[in-house]
């Protein structure tokens, strides 16, 4: 339940001819117009000036080229794809993707689609096997650190898989009843809990006590949305020095070898 990001790895068939590939996806609204003309040109996101908010510099979505030479983006009404082996304007020029191309996706992907997920289908190399590519993709899936799930706006379920017996890994986070929220001078303090699963019969449970900057109740909405946030994160453990954290920027970045999880 709630807002949940989905990252599956297929591993492909070399026997069969089937190549790898990626799908992330997720059970939000969907891409507006706004959002789609972001996606087809660089530092215009429609999130920009949104100090809050993941992809505002307009960038990130072409990180996926590093691994994909045609992604496909599937949300709503908008299907379509960047190709830049056929034209290398296709890094910002997008293809409308036809019906009759959608049904020669990956079942898992049209089904995802058909259920209102937003999809991006990332087809990968045939020799993404041989090349180390696929390996590296698992390593990183199975490494994901559940405190990522602290620092994201709204969501609160990941979920990362390979096809065919692979690594299976839910991460959920949850409000500790135990400590609702509090909010004073600036600052709001919660106790988070997130979950991490594997399989059916590994769960592992992670408590922090996350503090947030907050803008004051007298900023204007164009100063709240820009001010920067900074928050902390410590982690909750009852025997034992707690396991060293990270830097994050929304996102992992690296480690800092303080017990104590930083974003900003």
Not at 90 to 118: C, D, N, S
Request: proline share 6%; charged share 25%; with cysteine.
């Amino acid at each position: 339940g709630g807002p949940t990001a989905l990252f599956h790895l297929n591993r492909g068939s070399p026997e069969a001819e089937v190549a790898p590939y990626i799908l992330v996806a997720n059970n939000e609204v969907g891409l507006s117009e706004c959002d789609v003309a972001g996606l087809c040109a660089i530092s215009r996101s429609s999130k920009a000036g949104k100090a809050d908010r993941t992809g505002r510099k307009g960038i990130g979505f072409k990180s996926v080229f590093a691994v994909s030479s045609c992604p496909h983006i599937l949300s709503g009404s908008y299907t379509f794809k960047f190709d830049v082996e056929k034209d290398r304007m296709g890094y910002i020029m997008p293809t409308w993707i036809e019906e009759f191309q959608i049904a020669t996706l990956p079942a898992e992907v049209r089904e995802m689609h058909r259920k209102g997920f937003t999809c991006i289908y990332l087809p990968l190399p045939m020799e993404a096997r041989s090349s180390g590519l696929l390996a590296e993709i698992e390593a990183t899936l199975e490494a994901l650190d559940p405190a990522t799930l602290l620092f994201l706006r709204r969501l609160r379920r990941v979920e990362t898989r390979v096809a065919g017996g692979g690594p299976h890994k839910v991460l959920r986070r949850e409000t500790s009843e135990a400590h609702n929220q509090e909010e004073e001078e600036g600052i709001s303090r919660e106790a988070v809990v997130v979950t991490s699963e594997r399989g059916e019969h590994e769960e592992v449970r992670y408590s922090f006590l996350v503090a947030r900057s907050v803008p004051s109740a007298s900023a204007s909405a164009s100063a709240a949305a820009s001010s920067p946030r900074v928050a902390l994160a410590l982690p909750l453990h009852g025997e034992g020095p707690p396991p060293l954290q990270r830097v994050f920027a929304t996102l992992p970045l690296c480690h800092t070898g303080l017990a104590l999880a930083i974003n900003a």
